[in-house]
């Protein structure tokens, strides 16, 4: 019987996580139905990258398998959609318009527009996209409509010059998606080569640099491995200094500001926050910048 060769452990790009999509399902879920699906969607993918690093491609397959059964990425970004809904909790971005309207002072009377970076984009009708004096880019890794540029942001080339970078990025509900720790890690330290501080040609605003963060409540204050400490501490290391911050039953929203200063440090996963009905979310932070 031939042996197989084992493959090296490479770190997985978050493009690869994600497995080949199939048809899409009925739009109408209910609440319920829509939160069991993206459980479901997450713990099979945590699986899949568990498998993927010990080499195990029959569990591998398996774990597709299941995903398709499941509808695949379409479905579970079809029940994305669904909570985002006004009848299921609201656009996220709205928040992002309100803080930006407060904190960075944008005027209704300038020309300017600050520049976007939306990572996971599933909508170009949400309120960051309706907004006049934001310019957006969308990407995400399965492109839903046009408007939106299939791209994996570990894989988005780097900025050459302020031109191509942005003054705000905005990652909602889009770090819990990543299956790695590890991963999730690069995903805040590759944000900083993305932002400017360059100014708006033409306006005397102030631009200061900014991340929008969306995370569920339970990652943050119901994990193992990650506390609001934590997360704090993680990203001040960075350069980064909160801003802003609103907690709801389902989610925590904040945005970050970059200021400089970036010294990334190592954070492990260790215990912070003990106990059985803790989740396991965490978020790893190896020495050095991308």
């Known amino acids: 019987m031939p042996i197989r060769k084992q493959k090296s452990k490479r770190p997985v790009l978050l493009s690869r996580t994600r497995p080949p999509t199939v048809r899409k399902r009925d739009a109408a879920l209910s609440a319920r139905a829509t939160r069991t699906l993206i459980r479901s969607h997450h713990k099979l993918l945590k699986q899949r990258i568990q498998a993927l690093k010990v080499g195990n491609n029959d569990l591998v397959d398996k774990i597709d398998a299941q995903i398709e059964l499941n509808g695949g990425l379409e479905s579970y970004q079809i029940a994305s959609k669904l909570g985002q809904s006004l009848d299921r909790g609201g656009d996220s971005s709205k928040v992002l318009i309100d803080w930006i309207n407060i904190r960075l002072g944008v005027s209704k009377n300038t020309s300017s527009k600050l520049r976007v970076l ?7 009708r949400n309120a960051c996209s309706q907004n ?159």
């Open 118 to 124: 939306e990572v996971g984009a599933l909508s170009t």
């Open 132 to 290: 006049g004096h934001l310019d957006v880019t969308r990407i995400d890794l399965n492109s839903q409509e046009p408007g939106i540029l299939k791209q994996d942001f570990m894989e988005r080339p780097l900025p050459q010059s302020d031109d191509s970078r942005f003054h705000i990025i905005s990652l909602s509900l889009v770090l819990n998606y990543v299956p790695d720790p590890v991963g999730r890690g690069e995903m805040l330290k590759r944000c900083v080569a993305f932002l400017t501080k360059a100014p708006l040609p033409g306006s005397s605003i102030s631009i200061v640099p900014s991340l929008f963060l969306v995370l569920p409540a339970p990652c943050v204050i119901n994990s193992r491995y990650l506390t609001k400490q934590r997360l704090q501490d993680i990203l001040t290391s960075m350069g980064f200094s909160l801003a802003r911050h609103k907690q709801t039953s389902k989610l925590i929203y904040q945005l970050w500001e970059f200021g400089g200063g970036y010294e990334p440090k190592q954070f492990k996963k260790e215990i912070l926050n003990p106990g059985r009905a803790r989740n396991n979310f965490a978020i790893v932070v190896k020495n050095g910048s991308n």
